[in-house]
């Protein structure tokens, strides 16, 4: 067992649901048996957060928030899930390890689909019906470390025309884009994958890091990983810049809102936010040192979640969902 999952293990505090912070932070999902994993908010009151699957017959985590009260959905998604996004046309997509797809319609339910494989996925991107993207791999695997795969309305598969030359054979795990001709996928260090005027290209990220994830608006991109510490790097156009945080835990997830407001979070419970002048500070109200905060998401008006689970040997626990405020 490593170091961390030690640490982790040693400080259980079992956050529960409506536990308050202060300043302005509070639980309100928590005390669950399995982790939650990825999250989105397209509306204020529509949230969404999704994780492990604990076998209690109920599915894959799938909680959602209509703008009055959280309520976990019930599907018959098997293995855990590690993200969600949605198009739209009201559908909201799934993925998840072993090549798990699935899509829900409140007019219709959840619908399993077929995969191309049994390869784990870790980020999507809906940006219509017949327009879904989701990358992953399996880091264990000599051929399908690092997998790249397009939904268009009629099956799942490999996009024509994609390459992917990078020089690293990490697994990709995050994809960000405003369009479907301008997407970014990152996963590993030096180099991320950007799709754009219908060809694939190999992009300096500025970092020889590990980035595990990327998020933006038109004008800024910001991607967030770390190993031993955090790292985090800015695109407002003319390429990636390292942004200097100091000594911060490693990052896993990040949003940015509409207008340049951010929050990034990590390890060891670790949320940071970006005001509207691009400067980032730590949220020390939320001492979750049990936890990881694997992504985050912020909505429309300003609301922040951070999705967090103990990351065992085998399982994902311990699930809590903290909710907060972007910066004035």
Not at 71 to 83: A, P
Not at 208 to 237: K, P, R, S, Y
Not at 295 to 318: H, K, N, T
Request: hydrophobic share 40%; with cysteine.
């Amino acid at each position: 067992m490593t170091p961390f999952l030690m640490m982790a293990l040693a400080c259980v505090e079992g956050v529960q649901e409506g536990q308050d912070f202060g300043g302005g932070w509070t639980a309100v999902i928590g005390g669950l048996d399995g982790g939650l994993i990825g999250t989105w908010a397209p509306a204020d009151d529509d949230v969404w957060t999704v994780g492990a699957d604990v076998d209690d017959g109920l599915g894959a985590y799938v909680f959602h928030y209509d703008g009055v009260e959280w309520t976990r959905l019930e599907n018959d998604i098997e293995g855990n899930l590690w993200w969600v996004h949605g198009d739209d046309f009201g559908n909201v997509w799934f993925i998840g390890e072993a090549g798990t797809i699935a899509r829900y319609h409140p007019d219709s339910g959840f619908e399993n689909l077929p995969s191309p494989g049994e390869i784990n996925l870790f980020g999507a991107m809906a940006f219509a019906e017949d327009d879904v993207w989701a990358c992953g791999g399996n880091n264990l695997s000599v051929s399908e470390k690092q997998v790249l795969w397009h939904y268009d309305g009629t099956g799942w598969g490999v996009p024509a025309g994609f390459e992917n030359t990078r020089d690293t054979e990490e697994v990709l795990t995050k994809i960000y884009g405003t369009s479907s001709d301008d997407m970014w996928v990152v996963g590993g260090p030096d180099q991320g994958l950007h799709f754009q005027d219908g060809a694939w290209s190999v992009q300096d990220v500025g970092t020889d890091q590990f980035l595990t994830t990327i998020h933006g608006n038109d004008e800024l991109l910001i991607a967030a990983g770390g190993e031993t510490h955090g790292v985090l790097v800015e695109n407002d156009g003319t390429g990636f810049k390292a942004v200097d945080m100091g000594e911060i835990q490693p990052l896993n997830g990040v949003a940015v809102h509409a207008d340049g407001r951010a929050a990034a979070s990590g390890w060891f419970g670790s949320i940071h936010l970006r005001d509207r002048d691009g400067t980032w500070a730590p949220v020390d109200e939320v001492e979750i040192r049990s936890q990881v905060f694997h992504s985050v998401a912020v909505s429309p008006g300003g609301d922040v979640y951070a999705a967090g689970a103990l990351f065992g040997v085998v399982d994902i626990y311990d699930g809590v969902l903290v909710q907060g405020r972007l910066p004035e």
